[in-house]
Nanobody, 128 residues
Framework: QVQLVESGGGSVQVGGSLRLSCADSGRTFSSYAIGWFRQAPGKEREIIDREFVAAVSGPGGHTYYTDSVRGRFTISRDNFKNIASLQMNDLKPEDTAVYYC????????????????WGQGTRVTVSS
């Protein structure tokens, strides 16, 4: 059974960095693509309202980003440790959100459709 747990969120100033982690205690981690999504404050809390941020294929050879984070965020995974990471640099106020990870079959979708096993989220706050 896949159970994802996000960590690494926090409060930073504009231009700062954070590294989010998505850990899975299951044995099939490398079989799934991992996607990161975010939900900004004030937005509806339904899964369908979450914004795609980045995804990485199961073996880790392919990565995908939404335009607003490309060049600032880097997604990666370590299939030996069952952890996927999202390195976030040059953070902006508009990056403020709760960040979630989830699993999908390859190739990873670029929207919430097709993702399952959502974690509980980790909050990121970027202040100016």
């Amino acid at each position: 059974q896949v159970q994802l747990v996000e960590s690494g969120g926090g409060s930073v100033q504009v231009g700062g960095s954070l590294r989010l982690s998505c850990a899975d205690s299951g044995r099939t981690f490398s079989s799934y693509a991992i996607g990161w999504f975010r939900q900004a404050p004030g937005k509806e809390r339904e899964i369908i309202d979450r914004e795609f941020v980045a995804a990485v294929s199961g073996p880790g050879g392919h990565t995908y980003y939404t335009d607003s984070v490309r060049g600032r965020f880097t997604i990666s995974r370590d299939n030996f440790k069952n952890i996927a990471s999202l390195q976030m640099n040059d953070l902006k106020p508009e990056d403020t959100a709760v960040y979630y990870c989830a699993t999908a079959l390859d190739p990873p979708p670029l929207s919430v459709t097709g993702y399952n096993n959502w974690g509980q989220g980790t909050r990121v706050t970027v202040s100016s």
